[in-house]
Structures are given as C-alpha cells and as structure tokens.
C-alpha cells in the first residue's frame, strides 16, 4: 500500500506519466515535452490534413461528432489546461472546436487513460513503441452504460517524435461505417514559429507506418 506522501507525489506528476510509470522514460522528448505539465495551461500550435470517410454514413457520423471539415494545410491549436490529476484539451483545426477532457483509470489489468467526449467515454492504454506512443481503445461507454467492445472506434492512433518534432495520427472508424475522420499532422509550443505542412512530411510518416505495421 503506498503512503499519503507517496500518493501525492503521483498525483502531481503529469497525467500520462501517471498512467506510464516506469514507461515514461521510454517516450522520446518530443512526446515527453507536450505531456510533461501537471499543473496550468500550456498552446501548442500546427498544421494538419483532415480527410472524412466517402460513404455517407461516415460522413453523417463526422458531422454528428462535430468533427472538422476535410481539408489539406490547416491551423491547428492544442490548448491543454491541467489541474487535479486531469486535463481539458481544446483543440481547434480552422475555425472549428473539439473539446474532451482526460483522466486515469485504472482497468483490470492496467491503468488507462479516460477520455470524454461529451456523453461518450473511451477507455484506450497507452503503449510506447519504438519513436511512437500508441493509443488503443479498450472499451467505451455512453452516459456511463457499457457499449458493446465490437462497435467500439477503432483506427490506428498515435504520437510520434520525428526528428525532434511532434507529430500526431490520429484516425476514427468504426465496423458499420469504416474510416469517418483522419487528421494528422504536427504540432510546436505556441512561441515558436510553425511553417506550412508538406506531402513530403506525410510521405514519410505513411512509410513509415507501413513499414511499422505491414
């Protein structure tokens, strides 16, 4: 059983290293620096390309989730206010709002990170690999009640350092629709300086997936 003093000790660690433990230390320092705060407000700025599914069941899903719109070279900003173990994150890609807040929990077999989005609740363990930190879901929920594991989003997930620089994949799909939304891209503290995205960029993140998980 740990002590008080130890227990407070965790709790002001940031929330990902408290879902990591010992794993922390295998992040590389870009992924490390973005998730380091445990208490405050930190601005993250970048560009992205958003794409949506094409069927019109995706398409509707993404409109319903509040997703942003396709588009290639898009501003985004990440602000992240931290306090009390949680973090509210407040995305903007263009014009458009994605708001979620972040907590740990602690699953059956390893400790997760809660995500909220609304009603909804997704449960997904955080795994470092190599230059990457991956999130898989591993269960979901709305307005508290279970929802069935097979219908739960899916998609591949991650956080990379590439060359020292920040990158985020992120992709949403689910059985009954395939791919809604995937928006990937970059992203540097708000005092620094960001540049137009590249295809050359994402050529080498997707050959680099593909060499990862082919």
Request: proline share 7%; glycine share 10%.
């Amino acid at each position: 059983m740990k002590s008080k003093a130890a227990e407070r000790l965790v709790h002001r660690q940031s929330l990902y290293r408290q879902i990591l433990g010992k794993d922390w230390d295998r992040l590389p320092s870009a992924i490390r620096g973005l998730h380091e705060m445990s208490e405050g407000n930190a601005t993250f700025r970048g560009r992205a390309v958003v794409e949506r599914g094409r069927g019109p069941f995706a398409r509707l899903a993404a409109s319903i989730a509040g997703f942003p719109a396709a588009g290639e070279d898009v501003p985004v900003e990440i602000r992240f206010a931290c306090a009390d173990g949680r973090e509210v994150w407040t995305r903007r890609f263009g014009d458009k709002v994605l708001r979620s807040s972040q907590r740990p929990v602690e699953g059956r077999e390893e400790r997760l990170l809660a995500e909220h989005f609304g009603p909804f609740r997704i449960l997904c363990a955080l795994e470092p690999e190599e230059n990457r930190l991956h999130l898989r879901v591993r269960g979901w929920s709305f307005l508290g009640l279970p929802l069935p594991a097979l219908l739960a989003p899916g998609g591949r997930t991650f956080e990379e350092d590439r060359d020292g620089l920040f990158h985020f994949h992120v992709e949403v799909e689910s059985p009954m629709t395939g791919l809604i939304e995937r928006y990937r891209g970059w992203l540097k503290p708000a005092d620094q300086p960001t540049a137009p995205i590249t295809r050359e960029m994402l050529r080498k993140s997707d050959d680099l997936g593909a060499l990862m998980h082919g």
